[in-house]
């Protein structure tokens, strides 16, 4: 299973971007998505979790009412809309799935088993 993270870019504080989410080897049908961040000297912390196949999502209370997480069943996409941005949301975003389906929701990126790249995104003040 590979993940590609893409949509990260530069954008002043109150603005927006969209980063996407795609797989292959496996479509994301079953399984919990998330979205984590890593900032220069931090550890990785959870930002949103989409449960597939409930479509109940998660987020951590840092970004609650300004980013949403969503799915494009089609496409087999994940996508984390963020709104309101402030420059501490800059980080590298990832995306990660967990290896099996129908489980719990977890904001631990220990129980995430494949990662995507990573995106940087870097908000201005």
């Known amino acids: 299973v590979q993940l590609q993270a893409s949509g990260g870019g530069l954008v002043q504080a109150g603005g927006s971007l969209r980063l996407s989410c795609a797989a292959s080897?496996?479509?994301?049908?079953?399984?919990?998505v998330g979205w984590f961040r890593q900032a220069p000297g931090k550890e990785r912390e959870f930002v949103a979790a989409?449960?597939?196949?409930?479509?109940?999502?998660y987020y951590a209370d840092s970004v609650k009412g300004r980013f949403t997480i969503s799915r494009d069943n089609a496409m087999n996409m994940v996508y984390l809309q963020m709104n309101s941005l402030k420059p501490e949301d800059t980080a590298v975003y990832y995306c990660?799935?967990?290896?099996?389906?129908?489980?719990?929701?977890?904001?631990?990126?220990?129980?995430?088993?494949?990662w995507g790249q990573g995106t940087l995104v870097t908000v201005s003040s």
């Open positions: 989409l449960n597939w196949s409930a479509g109940s999502t």
């Open positions: 990660a799935t967990r290896k099996r389906g129908y489980t719990r929701a977890t904001m631990d990126p220990n129980d995430y088993d494949y």
């Open positions: 080897g496996r479509t994301f049908n079953y399984y919990l």
